[in-house]
Structure formats: C-alpha cells, structure tokens
T-cell receptor, first 113, second 110 residues
C-alpha cells in the first residue's frame, strides 16, 4: 500500500498566485519529509526538506510540517510559469538511515501566464 | 559536484526480450537506486544497493534483476519485456538521505 499520499493530483494557478500542495504519510514511523521538483522531460531535483515541526521558508517556497498528523505542505507564493512541474513528496520511514525514500504519486502544477 | 550518467538514453525492445540498463555515478556515494516512472506519475522503487555487491528489493522488483558491480555502477535488467510497456527508468545515488537522479532511460517495448 502507498505510504505517502499527495493532493491534489493536479493544480492550476494563475501567474502571481499561491499554490498549495499537500502530502500525508500513512505510516506513523515517518522520520523526514522531502519535496522534489521535476520539470517535464527532466529528472527530479530536491527542492526542500523538513525534519521538525513548524515552518521553513526559502525564497517564494514555504514548507510546513505537522508531525502529529504526519502531514506536510508546500506553498509557492507569487507563482511563475517556470514553477510548472511535477512536485513529488517523499518520506523516510522507520529510521531508514540507509536512505530509502517512499515517494508519493505527485502533484502536477500548472501556472498560467 | 558530481554526475550520474545512464545508458542508453532510449531503449526499444521486443516483447520477451531481456534488456539491460546501466548507471554510473562519480559522487562516490554509497547507496544507489533504480526507480520506474510511468508517464506523469510518481517513482516506484525497483532495487537499491547500500554498497558494492549488496542488493535490496524495492516495491516493484518482480520482473527485474539488478547488479552492483562496483561502488560507482549499478545495472538493471528487465528479464522479459512486456508488450506495449513504456516507462522511464531513473537511477539515483545518495550518501545519507538526499538523492541525486540521473537523466533517465526511456523504454519502449514493441
């Protein structure tokens, strides 16, 4: 069964708008969450990671984590057409220090100029 | 910095054929991975290896074999290609938790 669920499956926002993407784990043993971005025809690249409760901001991107609800969210403010991509959430589960990540199915973000 | 190379970039096979994909990394990372990605979808782990000659099954290992010949290289074999199969196979490496991905091999089975 999928250990990481993402919503929505796809999201369309106007240029300059706010995009909000969600990710939840079904496994209480989750340690860390990661967000990867994959532009069309390219390979995934790590965007942000979050390990402890709270919020982390990097430029236009903000990640929230609520460990009690096993939920993380990625918010992109002032969205740009170049932000259009598949956003993948990943989690490390069960103290897997060996680096095994569980990926969600992704959210396809489209930013309309 | 470093780089991951995957060969071939495109692979066309026939139903039932055994096909091999190769991956090389010069990060000197310990752990390497093979993922399958169907069009516009997430990544499914096929095999991973935490060191030379080690192999760990992922969630999608049936129908595949893998080999970690040395620290820098990791091969994946599709044991019997399925008709009309189309997917991108991504290789990745890591030391710790952050994974770095190669450009992918795009497989089409006729």
């Amino acid at each position: 069964q999928q250990k990481v669920q993402q919503s929505p499956e796809s999201l369309i926002v106007p240029e300059g708008g706010m995009a909000s993407l969600n990710c939840t784990s079904s496994d209480r043993n989750v340690d860390y969450f990661w967000w990867y971005r994959q532009h069309s025809g390219k390979s995934p690249k790590m965007l942000m990671s979050i390990f402890s409760n709270g919020e982390k901001e990097e430029g236009r991107f903000t990640v929230h984590l609520n460990k009690a609800s096993l939920h993380t969210s990625l918010h992109i403010r002032d969205s740009q057409p170049s932000d259009s991509a598949l956003y993948l959430c990943a989690a490390s589960i069960g103290g897997s220090a060996l680096g095994r990540l569980h990926f969600g199915a992704g959210t396809q973000l489209i930013v309309i100029p | 910095g470093g780089i991951i190379t995957q060969t071939p970039k495109f692979l066309i096979g026939q139903e039932g054929q055994k096909l091999t994909l190769k991956c090389q990394q010069n990060f000197n990372h310990d752990t390497m991975y093979w993922y399958r990605q169907d069009s516009g979808k997430g990544l499914r782990l096929i095999y991973y290896s935490i060191t030379e000659n080690d192999l760990q099954k992922g969630d999608l290992s049936e129908g595949y074999d893998a080999s970690r010949e040395k620290k820098s290289s990791f091969s994946l074999t599709v044991t019997s290609a399925q008709k009309n199969e189309m997917a991108v196979f991504l290789c990745a490496s890591s030391r710790g938790l952050e994974q770095y991905f190669g450009p992918g091999t795009r497989l089409t089975v006729l």
